[in-house]
Structure formats: structure tokens, C-alpha cells
């Protein structure tokens, strides 16, 4: 294998390092995942992620010619420094420069929702278009856009939070201090919120749920809810239904704004109501403005739980190669 | 004057075409306004067009080297044909080639609510900004957004109905058919009809409403309520309330996703309550996430009736010459 051909992909989470070496076609050749040991402080994460790249290249025996590495935090327009990553506990962390140091390789950072959009666009869903909305609804929900074949940045580098579009200004409250916002309404903490209210109010609706976790209300999560609603489960499908509303809701917003050829669906709750890919298309068929829908195909992420490593190589690849965008 | 330093930007609106001649700089030299003869067919109203042009010229007796053309409706992603345009009542109608052939100069097609954003991005709120979502209030909600220095086409060249942003999903019924645009709760027609039904269902509290209106609730318009909350009229004031909830909660949307250096916000219901640009801003500042926040600045739209004229000469300026976007 030409070592010019492969790249390093690093998904860095709170409580996750996932490592792969990545081809120029986006296919993985070897991956490890590693514990985040985020409550020892950036130098102990930083350490971790430099042996866990050279525990993959001493199996491998090739040398990359760079490494991507997405993160879950805020990183400045200059892509050096992780500015804030609430669930690393990091502030201020110049992690380019101290992973170059250490790995003597350059260095491409970027937030790890945009990597995985990243990894999407180039060897997912997203192939070949140039106009793309990703929406990857996991905990929490987050997304990117790719416009006129250039992933959006903004002004600070922090465009694409999509799940604090508000859909529902009078609707529950969302962790960000708002109401209403997608995230509140669809993403997996909140459906476990809404379940765990629904049970409390109506015991016997709810006491499949109830059972599924094991008599503890408070043990209901997202997942619990899909699993309750593909078996039949009336209240669990009440509960899906609004999380589909909501998705539909937010999703016509953004492709009266946007205007995609593609809208691609990911994230954990994606993956575990599957049917919601179909039910946002036909919503979103019916309700987003005709001339906004004339290209539009709504479609599942393919990449999964590597669309993070594949992505940030992807986006390494191009910066240490033309340092443009591709389109 | 040297000629080429010349662009003529027309604006093709249902009820009225104003024609102007813009200096690169993207001062208005002379301009004049017709009515638009939109129920005698495309082939009266591009012959109106013509003449005015010609008007124009004669009365400067310079001559331009290029003309822009923003028109109200959807124009294709090739900038030659107006697809559909409800207010003219036009659909599929090549004005840039039927131009080209009366006028014997290059023509740029655009859409007027991108021909005014063009306008406010070049010679107005947004100069020397990369990163700027425009908004215009009026009797329906348009907008823009420029990202990374390139104005957004979307994949049909639909991009920027920000209007059609689902806020409130159980709010009440826009044109589109859908509950809760942000155009039905805060764009001109659905003040004016929260208006009428407030007065309708208070008739005491609405008296100065009604009064002003000469006493016929169906002739309540925004304007009015404008007015009437201006002079410090207590339902007026709640409707207005309830407009900067909406526009908060929308532009809110836009920042998280868009992250942008400005928001400029005109069009008639703005410029007839100026104060709603600080309180969106207030709104906004306490309620984006801090990082989507880093840059922005919230501005009114400057260039007023003038934005679509000047916004479609800059737009042809720029086609004509490099064929690029500023940025």
C-alpha cells in the first residue's frame, strides 16, 4: 500500500477515541477504538491518541502521509485550537500543534458533527452532490451544509447547529435555554424525557415501557422507546410520531433555506427508527415549497458509526493536500 | 460619465418596474418607475420594460455596458428564464434572451429578494461582510444568505425562502399551507390578519384600531398597527410583541445554523417599526448558542426601495465582468 495514499481518521469523543486508517477511496483498513480518559486532563486524552495511532501503524506497518481528527467542542476559525468541548472538559486546547509535535505528521482539525458530514459527503449519501443538508440525530442532534459544493463554516467557524432551529416556540424547553428547539422535540434525550413523562402521567399506557425498563421509569431511554414503538406499542408510537413531526417540521425549514439535492438522516435515533427516513421524506415532500423540493432525495447516512474517522481523513486528505474544498 | 462605469438594475415587481442607472459604486444616477401592465401578458410588460430603459438613457445619454433584472418569482438556476412569477402570472418566460435581443446588451436575471440582498451585501449593511443573512420584512418574508463570501443558490436556484421556516408548529396557517412560517406570524398580511381578528374578538380594546382603519376591520393593515403600537396603543403593542417573538425565534434558527457576521433586516414592516431591529438583536444575543454568536452584528437593511435596483445592477456588474462572486 503507498503510504501517499492512506490517512489517519480520529474521532475524538468524551468517552471514545476511535482511530482508523483511511484510503483516498474512503475505505477503512484498519481501525481501533480506545476510553477517553477525558477526566485526566487534555495531555493524558492527548497521549492516549498518539498511542493508539501508533498501535495502529506498528499493526499496519505503513506510514500516512496525515491525520484528521475530529472533535465534539467548538474549534476556532484557524482550525488549531479546541475552544471549548464541554464533554472533554476542555478549554483553549491547542490541540493541532500538540498532536503535530508528538506525531510528527500534519494535522487537520475540525469539529467531529462536520467530519462525519465530511465522510457523507465524500463516500456516503452525499457522493457526488453539491448541495447537501446532514442531519445526524443522535443525544442530541447536529448537522452541516454543504452549499454550492463548499461545507459551510460561518463566521466562526461554527455554522450547522441544526438542532437549535426553533420549531415550536411555545414547546418544551431545550438544554440551550430556549423553547421548541428540534433538539428538544427529536433528539434522543428528549424522546427518553417525553417517554419518562408519558409513563408518569398515564401508568397503563405506559406499562410496556415501565417493563422494558425494568420497573424504573427513570431508566427509559430513546432506544427503549424505538424498540416499544416497532413492537406495536401505542404510547412509544405516540412519542415517535411527534419526534417524526418535529424532524418533518425542521426539515421543511431547512430546505425552503437550503435548497439540497440531498438530505441525508444519520445519528443513533435515525438508526433505530429507520422508518423516520421515509416518513421526513413524504412530510417534507408535502410541506416544503415546490420550487425548494425540485432536486430534492431524502436519504439514510451510510457510513454509520465510522462516517467520523472516514470524514476526518476525507477532510485531512484535502487540506494537506489541495487545501480547497472539494466540488 | 465613462459608460462602462455603468450598470442599469431593473426591478420587476406585480405592480410596479423601476429602472435605474447605477455607477459601479453603486450610486443611483438617474432612475424612474412605471407601472407594470401585468395583465396584458409578459410580451407588454418586457416592451415597458424596453421603454423605460430607453427613458432612462435618453434623458443620461450614457450607455451602460450591462443590465440586471430582479424579478419576483423563480428564475431557473441558468439565470435565463423566469420559471414562475404569481404576481405577474408568468411561467416559463425567457426574459434574459427577449431582453438581450430588444436592448442589444448582456442581461443578469436574478430573483429580486437575491437582487436586493445583493444590494445591501455590495453597497449597503453587508459591505465588506462574508458572512451575512439578509431578511426582508414586507407583506411576505424573503431573504439571503451569504456564507463564506458566496451567495447560497441552493440546487435549483430556490435558495432563501426563510419566510417558510417552520417556528411555531401549531401556530397558525401560512399561504404555503403549512402551520407557523415564520411569515404567518410575523411577514405584513398575517399582522394585518392577527390584527383583524383581535379587534374582531376585543372590540374594546381595538377601538383606536378600528377607529384608525375608518371604522371597517377588513381595512386594518400592518402598517396601521405599526402606527397604532407606535403611539403607544396596547393591542397593537401585544401584536407587535408577538411579530418580535416570531422574528426572534426565526433569526435565532438562522444564527445557530448559519452563523453569520450580520443580520440585516429590512422590507416594509421593519421600516415601519424600526425598534424591532434592536429588540432581535436583544432577543438574539440572549437566546444563540455563544459560539454562533462570536461575530454578529444585527443591522437595518440601508438601502431601502433602492435595494433591488441597485442590488440587480451590482448582480449584472459582477456576471458581466468576472462572472464571480465578491467575497
Known amino acids: 500500500m503507498n503510504a501517499k495514499n492512506c490517512t489517519i ?3 475524538l469523543g468524551g468517552t471514545k477515541i476511535k482511530v482508523a486508517l483511511v484510503t483516498e477511496s474512503g475505505s477503512i483498513l484498519n481501525k481501533l477504538k480506545v476510553a477517553t480518559p477525558a477526566q485526566d486532563g487534555p495531555t493524558a486524552v492527548i497521549r492516549k491518541i498518539v498511542t493508539a495511532v501508533h498501535d495502529l501503524l506498528q499493526e499496519e506497518g505503513i506510514s500516512p502521509h496525515c491525520l484528521g481528527i475530529g472533535v465534539a467542542g467548538q474549534i476556532d476559525s484557524a482550525g488549531k485550537t479546541v475552544r471549548f468541548a464541554p464533554n472533554l472538559n476542555w478549554h483553549e486546547v491547542p490541540l493541532q500543534a500538540e498532536l503535530q509535535r508528538e506525531l510528527k505528521l500534519p494535522v487537520a482539525l475540525l469539529n467531529d458533527v462536520r467530519a462525519a458530514t465530511w465522510g457523507e459527503w465524500l463516500f456516503g449519501a452525499g457522493k457526488g452532490c453539491a448541495d447537501m443538508v446532514c442531519l445526524f440525530v443522535g443525544t442530541g442532534i447536529g448537522g452541516s451544509v454543504v452549499s454550492g459544493g463548499r461545507m459551510l463554516d460561518g463566521s466562526s467557524n461554527s455554522a450547522g447547529e441544526l438542532g437549535h432551529m426553533t420549531v415550536d416556540l411555545h414547546g418544551p424547553l431545550c438544554n440551550c ?18 417517554a419518562r413523562e408519558a409513563v408518569t402521567a398515564d401508568p397503563t399506557g405506559g406499562a410496556l415501557l415501565k417493563k422494558m425498563a425494568e420497573g424504573s421509569v427513570a431508566a427509559i431511554t430513546a432506544a427503549l422507546v424505538a424498540r416499544a414503538a416497532q413492537s406495536g406499542d401505542p404510547l412509544a408510537g405516540q412519542i415517535v410520531a411527534r419526534v417524526s413531526e418535529a424532524l418533518i417540521s425542521g426539515m421543511v425549514g431547512l430546505i425552503n433555506a437550503f435548497n439540497p439535492e440531498r438530505l441525508v438522516l444519520g445519528g443513533g435515533v435515525i438508526e433505530g427508527l429507520p422508518k423516520l427516513v421515509g416518513e421526513v421524506e413524504r412530510g417534507v415532500k408535502g410541506k416544503a415549497l415546490q420550487a425548494a423540493l425540485a432536486q430534492l432525495q431524502v436519504l439514510p447516512a451510510l457510513l454509520h458509526n465510522d462516517a467520523g ?11 494537506c493536500g489541495t487545501n480547497k474544498n472539494p466540488g
Chains 1, 2 share one sequence.
Not at 177 to 194: D, K, M, P, T
Not at 309 to 319: K, S, Y
Open 9 to 11: 481518521g480520529v474521532d
Open 309 to 319: 474517522v472516514i470524514g476526518a481523513a476525507a477532510f485531512a486528505m484535502q487540506r
Open 177 to 194: 435555554g430556549n423553547r421548541g428547539c428540534l433538539e428538544a422535540l427529536a433528539g434522543g434525550w428528549a424522546i427518553a424525557r417525553s
